[in-house]
């Protein structure tokens, strides 16, 4: 059955399905928290002292997913927590894969065999992202809270690029920007294109925790610096438009105009819908008990009235590129090729 769905929805069609989302003006991206479970303990995030119990099963996700497949295909961040710590993180992958367009981001330190992440890539995996802020392992594994945590990285890295299965499975060094590694994003970005993996970059938000004291402090042009550099670099992935609004974000403590709720959605661990991930307290409802349609509804007002201008996150800022007619055309080689 499994089989039959997906060779009924091809790449091309759930392609044809994502423009069609974009032109009803439904959601394009989902970020969806899978678990809240993490064994590292960053410091600019303290998911990690959650506990959760009752998360969604595979065949919750499964329902949720057919639910969400109403508005078209979609672009489903796997997030956290840490979602490997999930066994069952291929079946997610899987159902979620029937309709839409799944990626996971990960610390890397739970793909410590080919046999777990080839097991995502048969299941539909479009892409990985790999957490790493630093050049440096030492201090990396200090702000990440967990001795050899550069190391095994690097090791994920290298074992998802060996073991796709399809050619555009997307592998990604996912970099934080904060005040201490901006002269190392260049050696990242070389280092990335050695490895032979893609380079993307999101300044950070002290939204998760309310420190804000590793928020970058450099006021020369952090935008101008990162537009060069992608011009120089071919592996560096990030939007232009979404690189080029980072001063604003870093000089005005914010940026306005967040699309949350209406160009892209969160999903929690329980199944609750929030416009996104850090406004989870103020979900509108749960995919167990409610109609998409009247989710969407309930978000479309709760946008309106949207005044949070904290963060310019890579689900913020990407998916909000793609409403930027620059930001569209920079974005269109991509999504053909993906």
Known sequence: MLAETIKEKTPFHKKLRLVSAYVKKNPVWLSWQVTYWCNYHCDFCDYWAERPKGEATVEEIAIASKEI???GSIMISMAGGEPFIRKDLHEITSVLAEDHFPFVTTHG?????EKRI???WESGLWGVSVSIDSIYPEKHDLHRGKKGAWDQAIKAIKMALETRTRDFQRVNWQCVLKDDNLDEIEPMIEMAGELGCYFMVQ???GLKNGDWSHKVSYHGGVSEHLLQLRKKHRNFFSNPYF?????EFIENDGLGGCMAGKAFLNIDNFLNVSRCVETRA???GNLKTDR????MERLHRQQEENTCIKCWYNCRGETESLYNLKGLVSKLPALYHQ
Do not use: A, T, W
Request: charged share 25%; hydrophobic share 40%.
């Open 243 to 247: 690189l080029s609004r980072f001063n």
């Open 118 to 120: 080839r097991q995502l």
């Open 292 to 295: 998409i349609e009247l989710l």
């Open 69 to 71: 497949s109403k508005l």
């Open 109 to 113: 330190g739970f793909i410590r065999d």
């Open 282 to 284: 103020e979900s509108i």
């Open 203 to 205: 300044p950070l938000s």
